[in-house]
């Protein structure tokens, strides 16, 4: 069960992340243990910018967009774990694999995902993440992260 002290709004997650509208994928996160999983939310709403060509007549968020919020949750998860970063570091995404996608996401629906850490070796993060939607796995894949000073 989530617990207040182990989750976050918006205002976190943009004080972590470099994203920003469009492109910032996480609403909020429920839950989280540092160093082990995080799970995050991301609202789906018609009137996303991504809907006026994906596809106007059958509109259908794109798995690389599935992708980049989980991959965005991946490094709230890394930020979380780390703890003392400075402003100049970041997670970059660096890698996936075993990407599968179950069913199409909707306008409407509410994204779960959910990120397990694997392992981390010369500053290169490994993951498990799956995102659902109404209990159901709409997609899983392992995820890279590479955590970086600039």
Known sequence: MANELNSFDVQEIMRLLPHRYPMLLVDKVVDFEPGDYLHAVKNVT?????????????????????????AQATGLLGFKTVQNTGDNELYLFAGVDNARFKQPVVPGDQMHIHVKFEKERRNIWRFSAEAKVDGKVVCSADLMCARREF
């Open 46 to 70: 018609v009137n996303e910018p991504i809907f006026t060509g994906h596809f106007p007549d059958q509109k259908i968020f794109p798995g690389v967009l599935i992708l980049e919020a989980m």
